[in-house]
């Protein structure tokens, strides 16, 4: 046993290091530390740049773009974007609509989406859940019906993130109500400047509007938007689905939490000393980062387990259980360190373009949105409730 | 990055796991508890005959050369079978103080016996009133001549009721509480001044308190440096908890093992009784919290014989908190998800987790790993 990388991947970790020094957007890094938003500009310069240096879609076929990392080296990649205050890469296209496409896709598709996607110049947002069809995915019901050489859809879907920003929407259509639900679902792209489509932002309780109702009215689709074979798609949603879980862990992002949380606690003050110094606090700290710590050799473990291939199996449902919460629980820890000035309701404070002075400490404005905002990891991506259930059928068997 | 088992180690894992399941039948094992003496020499034997007893010591001692995750794959499958022998204690313990701080002397005496199977030790670091600070020590060492005159009471010792020869730490100088000041010495139990009494823990293994009366030790007995024992206590006191950690996280895994095959063959209102969601979803958090202890013992086993004592501590008392905690609530769960069988003394369970309970509190409970955990990490900058 060695918990040691091998040279090879403590030298790509300085390469990475090197690349984030130069070439991610200084400007952009400040604003991430202050808590301030990332809007469209800023995913869009954060995936150029990585464009450029050509690991934008690591995880691609090499023939695509993609650059043969191991998953040690994607893991080491994201460690080092997170401490380095990148935005998220947004995952829609490269990440989830992407390989749908390399994989199922025809070549006609391939050409007119591929590029576009690696480019950044079209942005995606994902079609899927919808107001009747959370956790119970498969029970969706927006309808697409074939006339001509047209799929009319109609329907409504929701949570859609970013789909204010996107250019293109991959959504899950219903087109057979007479099999096993399913059975009958297939996989449409959709331009979002089709006529019939409108979006409403939903503002959420962070106070900001990520997420939107998409509704579909009457809209007319390309019949050769559609990927693969039709009443198929139930497959390729699991598999986008399954390339979802790689990185699910974000030990990364709690890494970044933790050192956060440590200023926080080193600058709060408590009964004449340090909050970090004091026992009640101090032992909740301690306990996260235990937590943290055995959630970093968990996910080192798995990566070590499928070796240079493969993707991991059920066992990335612990990573996703444990990962979501510990992304609560040091976004919670922050809140309460900050005391009475989370309290504060300065949504302005958070904007890239206030003129205003926020009360309390610099960091305080951003925690209880923070807050807020992290709720939402134990929901989405399959929640918690549905990663035990997966636990339960793939490794205990019950 | 490497997280499997050498080649060594999966043999050495299999011939213990043979041998373990060949002679440590349930009955077996209650009647070595029940009826004395705690243990069994046959299999201590057999272990030195396998060289498990040899595994920490150099080569040039007859040893194995065998690091704390040899250690560990050794402890686990300890763990996994309840094995009673004061193999934590003798060859963990006392044989890791003996490498860290021994005479030339002393090791070419001691050593060999531990790995022939002739001498079994254990290490009082202790004592009543100092709950788990070991820096607490007022036990005192009073120079006589060249010999030390030793007084004082260590709790709950280790394999304390059945070990030839017992380390035990003493005042030579320095405050009450202070680090410096301290004394190992090694205590023969039946020297004159020297009482134990002797008892089995809640999981059956022996223990003993020991009482010093004016034990007169010579200077050959005297274990390292006088006054500078505090960095050897603290690094045997970590490997000790290490290896009482992989232990428990093989008792863990048969709570684990024990619970969910349960859950698949006891049926009420018609169907197993796994079949319910909420037992379903209560054996995946135990799942859960099995596999990041097994990370955590992993990595506190790498660590564990690191020089570095801040790093070590923190891996180790990392270790001790989560396993304490998330193996406890385990068990507990383990527990209610057997409903009335679990409650038996007949049934097997309760023994593994009076395993684990044992583990949680022996060498500092998780209040005392926690707190040394944020002194380590967050108080010295």
Known sequence: ????????????????????????????????????????????????????????APHWPTEHGGTNWTPVQSNIFDEECFAAGTPRQLPFGTRLVGPVIIH???????????????????????????????????????????EGDEWVVNGQKTWTTTAQYADWIFCL???????????????????????????????????????????????????????????????????????????IAGVGLCKNDLENLKTIARSERKNGKLLIEDPLFQARLSRAEIDLTA??????????????????????????????????????????????????????????????????????????????????????????EVQKNIITKAILEL | MDFGYSEEQVLFSNSLQK??????????????????????????????????????????????????????????ELGR????????????????????????????????KIISGDLKMAVGLTEPGSRF??????????????????????????????????????????ETRSEDGLTLFIVDADADGVTREGYALLDGRGGADITLENVRITPSAVLGTVGQAWVIMEQVADQAAAALCAESLGAFARVNELTLEYLKIREQFGQPIGKFQVLQHHMADMLIEYENAQSLVYRSSMMADSDDAAMRGKAVSSTKVYLGERGHTSCQSAIQMHGGIGMTAEYELGDFVKRMAVAEVMFGDVDHHLARFGKLSYMSG
């Not at chain 1, 809007?39 to 450029?52: G, I, M, P, S």
């Not at chain 2, 002679?23 to 034997?45: F, H, Q």
């Open chain 1, 1 to 56: 046993m060695d918990l040691n990388y091998s040279a090879e991947d403590e030298a790509f970790r300085l390469e990475v290091r090197s690349f984030l020094e130069n070439k991610f957007p200084k400007d952009i890094g400040e604003r991430a530390k202050a808590g301030i938003r990332f809007k469209k500009d800023d995913y869009y310069r954060w995936h150029k740049a990585l464009n450029e240096q050509g690991w934008v």
């Open chain 1, 104 to 146: 199922f896709g025809n070549d006609a598709q391939k050409e007119r989406y591929l590029p576009t996607i690696r480019s950044g110049e079209e942005f995606w947002c994902q079609g899927f859940s919808e107001p009747g069809a959370g956790s119970d995915l498969a029970s969706l019901k927006t309808r697409a019906v074939l």
């Open chain 2, 19 to 76: 041998l373990l399941s060949d002679s440590y039948s349930v009955d077996v094992r209650r009647k070595l508890v029940a009826e004395g003496p705690g243990y069994s020499e046959d299999i201590w034997k057999a272990y030195a005959e396998m060289g498990l007893l040899a595994l920490p010591f150099p080569e040039d001692m007859g040893g194995l050369d065998g690091t704390s995750v040899d250690a560990m794959v050794v402890a686990i």
């Open chain 1, 173 to 247: 259509v219903r087109t057979n109500t007479d099999v096993k639900k399913q059975a009958g679902i297939s996989f449409l792209l959709i331009d979002m400047k089709t006529p019939g489509i409108s979006v409403r932002p939903i503002l959420t309780i962070d106070g900001d509007v990520q997420i939107n109702e998409v509704f579909l009215e009457d809209v007319r689709v390309p019949k050769e938007n559609l990927v693969g074979e039709v009443d198929k798609g139930w497959t390729y949603a699991k598999f986008l689905l399954g390339n979802e879980r790689t990185g």
């Open chain 1, 295 to 384: 959630l970093e050799l968990t996910n080192m473990r798995m990566l070590f387990d499928i070796g240079d291939e493969g993707t991991p199996g059920a066992i990335a449902s612990v990573l996703k259980i444990r990962g979501s919460e510990l992304q609560q629980r040091f976004a919670e820890l922050q809140m309460e360190a900050t005391g009475s000035y989370a309290l504060p309701w300065q949504q302005g404070a958070l904007e890239p373009d206030w003129n205003g002075k926020a009360v309390g400490p610099a960091y305080a404005a951003a925690r209880s949105p923070l807050y807020y905002d992290r709720r939402k990891t134990t929901i989405y991506g399959g929640s918690t």
């Open chain 2, 133 to 174: 600070d070991m820096a607490e020590v007022s036990t005192r060492a009073a120079a006589d001549g060249d010999d030390y005159i030793l007084s004082g009471v260590k709790s709950v010792v280790l394999g304390g009721d059945v070990a030839d020869k017992i380390i035990v730490s003493a005042r030579t100088s320095g």
């Open chain 2, 81 to 112: 079978h309840l094995a009673l022998e004061p193999y934590i204690p003798t060859v963990i313990m006392a044989g890791g103080a003996l490498k860290l701080a021994g005479s030339d002397a002393q090791k070419s005496d001691l050593i060999e």
